[in-house]
């Protein structure tokens, strides 16, 4: 009994269930998604003062452009190489001549915005998340507050419309060089049948205007989510260093799970308004 | 004379049965303090007593559990409500960390309030800038970035960050941390001078106690969130009361 009633006393701390387990971690996606669409909605009421932070948004849109493009390039580049080496060898029984459409209606509609959104994700919004993050821990926020400078207009916000505005740009600029990998690939590979124009034949005749502007959507989508996702998890920031390479990390993540889901939800959104019809 | 070289008008400060609890910890337990317009008051106390606490409470970066802080007339909440333009008085903060923001040279750093809130035109901010590095001997670094800075340098940008603001009360949270007594000496020389000729409201939380008693009108020390002992500059080096006489004691500054 003794020994039982110690037991009983010593409120050793238990380990949660796992149910706790899983609660904690809905409530804690709940609180995150809550304060991102809060800083979402503050972040935009404070847009209608952009005009007097042109300067502030110029800076974060060249900051954007010089860490993300040499990596674009590449990437898109390559991407588009490896999806026509890919589909000529598996269409070499079938038709090669579909390549073109192929390659321009995957890059434009899916893999630029996607592959863009991912880079931006993994460049800048990590770049921001550790800027704002590290301003928290080392009180700069704080410092802002007590002169009365609201961290979302001064911060937020221009970040904000820089990413929304350099998404769209960059995905367009990675449809231009997937497409010239593809043709790259096409002209100098021996194994594949068709001819340079054929291939920008096909990929003419496929490709509309809304394929390319629904890919820039998306861009655009994409670019809002990664900047308030990264302004969030620095705004949040506790912990000295490790909380902001915490902050960081979450932010990246948080931005790739979050692009793939807006991902789907435009396609379905896009399907309902631009059906696809035989052409 | 320019907005930054202005006397100040002083803020008092009425500190009521403040209480604040950190994950049902409590930090501060009921504190009462009262700050007169013009004076320099000292906090003292050991780390994790509630002294940086407290400040964040008077400046409104942090909402006290109980209680409430009135500057002048008007509570914190209420103060800090109004708009730059709207506030009869000016608050600002030194932090610890300095707090200056890494991504904008030192004139813009201090003109940052100024250019935020379009105070004052552009030539008048130059002049206001070099003004308040002049007061803290920063002359030529305007163009420089913090962190070319040595951290003594840091504490007296952050200085002049507050008085480009034109404060009425400045609020100082370990300005002499991290730093060597030389540095120290200087800061301390810095805030002595600032309310020799500004006559701001200035309250300083610090461990440094010969500091302590080189600015303080008066000194406050707090203790597990509680005020326990407060007396003047001048006679809290002969203090009685047991737990100053232990810190002084382990200062050996008795």
């Given at each position: 009994?003794?020994?039982?009633?110690?037991?009983?006393?010593?409120?050793?701390?238990?380990?949660p269930g796992v149910v706790a387990a899983i609660g904690g971690g809905a409530l804690d996606v709940l609180q995150v998604t809550g304060e991102c669409v809060a800083l979402l909605v503050a972040t935009v009421w404070h847009c209608r003062s952009a005009p007097r932070h042109v300067a502030k948004i110029i800076t974060q849109?060249?900051?954007?452009?010089?860490?993300?493009?040499?990596?674009?390039?590449?990437?898109?580049?390559?991407?588009?190489?490896?999806?026509?080496?890919?589909?000529?060898?598996?269409?070499?029984?079938?038709?090669?001549?579909?390549?073109?459409?192929?390659?321009?209606?995957?890059?434009?509609?899916?893999?630029?915005?996607?592959?863009?959104?991912?880079?931006?994700?993994?460049?800048?919004?990590?770049?921001?998340?550790?800027?704002?993050?590290?301003?928290?821990?080392?009180?700069?926020?704080?410092?802002?507050?007590?002169?009365?400078?609201?961290?979302?207009?001064?911060?937020?916000?221009?970040?904000?419309?820089?990413?929304?505005?350099?998404?769209?740009?960059?995905?367009?600029?990675?449809?231009?060089?997937?497409?010239?990998?593809?043709?790259?690939?096409?002209?100098?590979?021996?194994?594949?049948?068709?001819?340079?124009?054929?291939?920008?034949?096909?990929?003419?005749?496929?490709?509309?205007?809304?394929?390319?502007?629904?890919?820039?959507?998306?861009?655009?989508?994409?670019?809002?989510?990664?900047?308030?996702?990264?302004?969030?998890?620095?705004?949040?920031?506790?912990?000295?260093?490790?909380?902001?390479?915490?902050?960081?990390?979450?932010?990246?993540?948080?931005?790739?799970?979050?692009?793939?889901?807006?991902?789907?939800?435009?396609?379905?959104?896009?399907?309902?308004?631009?059906?696809?019809?035989?052409? | 004379?320019?907005?930054?070289?202005?006397?100040?008008?002083?803020?008092?400060?009425?500190?009521?049965?403040?209480?604040?609890?950190?994950?049902?910890?409590?930090?501060?337990?009921?504190?009462?303090?009262?700050?007169?317009?013009?004076?320099?008051?000292?906090?003292?106390?050991?780390?994790?007593?509630?002294?940086?606490?407290?400040?964040?409470?008077?400046?409104?970066?942090?909402?006290?559990?109980?209680?409430e802080i009135r500057l002048n007339d008007l509570t914190v909440a209420a103060y800090r409500a109004l708009t730059m333009e709207e506030k009869p008085f000016h608050v600002s903060m030194v932090f610890q960390t300095s707090a200056l923001l890494n991504s904008l040279t030192v004139a813009d750093n201090v003109s940052l309030?100024?250019?935020?809130?379009?105070?004052?035109?552009?030539?008048?901010?130059?002049?206001?800038?070099?003004?308040?590095?002049?007061?803290?001997?920063?002359?030529?670094?305007?163009?420089?970035?913090?962190?070319?800075?040595?951290?003594?340098?840091?504490?007296?940008?952050?200085?002049?960050?507050?008085?480009?603001?034109?404060?009425?009360?400045?609020?100082?949270?370990?300005?002499?941390?991290?730093?060597?007594?030389?540095?120290?000496?200087?800061?301390?020389?810095?805030?002595?001078?600032?309310?020799?000729?500004?006559?701001?409201?200035?309250?300083?939380?610090?461990?440094?106690?010969?500091?302590?008693?080189?600015?303080?009108?008066?000194?406050?020390?707090?203790?597990?969130?509680?005020?326990?002992?407060?007396?003047?500059?001048?006679?809290?080096?002969?203090?009685?009361?047991?737990?100053?006489?232990?810190?002084?004691?382990?200062?050996?500054?008795?």
């Amino acid at each position: 009994m003794a020994n039982v009633t110690q037991t009983a006393g010593s409120a050793r701390p238990r380990s949660p269930g796992v149910v706790a387990a899983i609660g904690g971690g809905a409530l804690d996606v709940l609180q995150v998604t809550g304060e991102c669409v809060a800083l979402l909605v503050a972040t935009v009421w404070h847009c209608r003062s952009a005009p007097r932070h042109v300067a502030k948004i110029i800076t974060q849109l060249t900051l954007i452009g010089t860490e993300t493009l040499g990596i674009a390039s590449l990437v898109s580049l390559f991407v588009g190489m490896v999806m026509v080496v890919q589909a000529a060898d598996q269409l070499a029984n079938y038709t090669q001549e579909v390549l073109g459409s192929l390659v321009g209606l995957a890059m434009t509609k899916e893999l630029g915005p996607v592959i863009m959104g991912f880079i931006v994700a993994g460049k800048s919004g990590s770049a921001i998340a550790a800027e704002i993050a590290s301003m928290n821990v080392y009180d700069e926020i704080s410092a802002l507050r007590t002169m009365d400078i609201d961290p979302v207009p001064f911060l937020s916000m221009p970040r904000f419309l820089a990413m929304t505005l350099a998404l769209p740009m960059l995905v367009l600029y990675s449809d231009i060089i997937g497409i010239a990998g593809g043709t790259l690939v096409i002209a100098f590979d021996p194994t594949i049948a068709i001819s340079v124009s054929q291939f920008l034949d096909n990929l003419r005749e496929w490709l509309n205007f809304t394929d390319i502007v629904v890919g820039l959507v998306k861009g655009a989508v994409f670019g809002m989510l990664v900047s308030i996702i990264a302004c969030a998890f620095g705004l949040r920031t506790t912990g000295g260093s490790e909380g902001v390479a915490r902050s960081t990390t979450s932010a990246v993540v948080w931005s790739f799970v979050s692009i793939i889901i807006a991902d789907f939800i435009i396609v379905r959104v896009a399907f309902l308004f631009f059906p696809s019809t035989p052409r | 004379m320019t907005t930054a070289a202005k006397a100040a008008k002083g803020v008092s400060i009425s500190i009521r049965d403040v209480w604040k609890s950190y994950d049902r910890h409590a930090v501060l337990r009921g504190v009462r303090l009262d700050v007169d317009a013009g004076e320099t008051l000292v906090i003292i106390g050991g780390s994790g007593e509630g002294k940086s606490v407290l400040i964040r409470q008077i400046i409104g970066l942090e909402q006290p559990d109980q209680g409430e802080i009135r500057l002048n007339d008007l509570t914190v909440a209420a103060y800090r409500a109004l708009t730059m333009e709207e506030k009869p008085f000016h608050v600002s903060m030194v932090f610890q960390t300095s707090a200056l923001l890494n991504s904008l040279t030192v004139a813009d750093n201090v003109s940052l309030a100024l250019r935020e809130h379009r105070t004052a035109k552009l030539a008048e901010i130059r002049t206001i800038v070099r003004d308040c590095l002049e007061q803290v001997d920063l002359e030529g670094t305007e163009e420089k970035m913090p962190s070319e800075l040595s951290g003594g340098m840091r504490k007296r940008a952050a200085i002049a960050r507050a008085l480009a603001m034109d404060s009425d009360l400045i609020l100082y949270d370990e300005p002499t941390a991290e730093l060597d007594p030389l540095l120290t000496e200087e800061v301390g020389a810095l805030i002595r001078r600032i309310q020799e000729r500004r006559r701001p409201t200035q309250v300083v939380v610090t461990h440094n106690l010969p500091l302590a008693g080189e600015i303080a009108d008066h000194v406050a020390v707090l203790r597990r969130g509680e005020i326990v002992d407060y007396c003047t500059g001048e006679e809290f080096f002969h203090s009685q009361h047991p737990h100053t006489r232990n810190f002084l004691r382990a200062a050996r500054v008795v």
